[in-house]
């Protein structure tokens, strides 16, 4: 089994057949559970491991944590609540993705926003001088 980009998408291809066409779903799907995904394409956690850090070149955990992030980034981005977020990703709490949110971002959701919209271009037209 390997694990391969396909434009901007990871895959799992298996013995000459696709065994997932997305990585970041399965994940998702599975709730960032290195032990679930394994599971599902059927191989064990040791061979996933293996799999990772031969065609990704970090483990399954940190690649989970990374994309679980991501999506975070993303919904936030989008306006999602905190709440909402840390539940459809699987947190036990908002406290633990702010937490987890610091630890891979260096700051707090609120704050990654707060810095994200003051880079924000003006609106066309919103200028005084314009």
Same mark, same amino acid.
């Given at each position: 089994?390997?694990? *391969? @980009?396909?434009?901007?998408? /990871?895959?799992?291809?298996g013995f000459g057949c696709e065994v997932h066409g997305c990585l970041a779903s399965l994940a998702l799907e599975e709730g960032y559970r290195v032990a679930a995904v394994s599971e599902r394409i059927r191989v064990c956690e040791g061979y996933l491991r293996e799999?990772? /850090?031969?065609?990704? $070149?970090? +483990? =399954?955990?940190?690649?989970?944590? #990374? #994309?679980?992030?991501? *999506?975070?980034?993303?919904?936030?981005?989008?306006?999602?609540?905190?709440? #909402?977020?840390?539940?459809?990703?699987?947190?036990? +709490? =908002? $406290?633990?993705?702010?937490?987890?949110?610091?630890?891979?971002? $260096?700051? +707090? =959701?609120?704050?990654?926003?707060? @810095?994200?919209?003051?880079?924000? =271009?003006? #609106?066309?037209?919103?200028? /005084? +001088?314009?």
């Amino acid at each position: 089994m390997r694990i *391969v @980009r396909h434009g901007n998408r /990871l895959k799992i291809l298996g013995f000459g057949c696709e065994v997932h066409g997305c990585l970041a779903s399965l994940a998702l799907e599975e709730g960032y559970r290195v032990a679930a995904v394994s599971e599902r394409i059927r191989v064990c956690e040791g061979y996933l491991r293996e799999m990772f /850090l031969r065609d990704l $070149g970090v +483990t =399954p955990k940190r690649w989970m944590r #990374e #994309e679980r992030l991501g *999506v975070a980034r993303k919904r936030l981005d989008q306006g999602a609540d905190l709440r #909402e977020v840390a539940a459809e990703l699987g947190f036990a +709490t =908002p $406290g633990n993705l702010t937490r987890e949110f610091r630890t891979l971002v $260096g700051m +707090t =959701p609120s704050a990654y926003l707060s @810095r994200r919209i003051a880079k924000e =271009p003006d #609106e066309p037209g919103g200028s /005084l +001088t314009g």
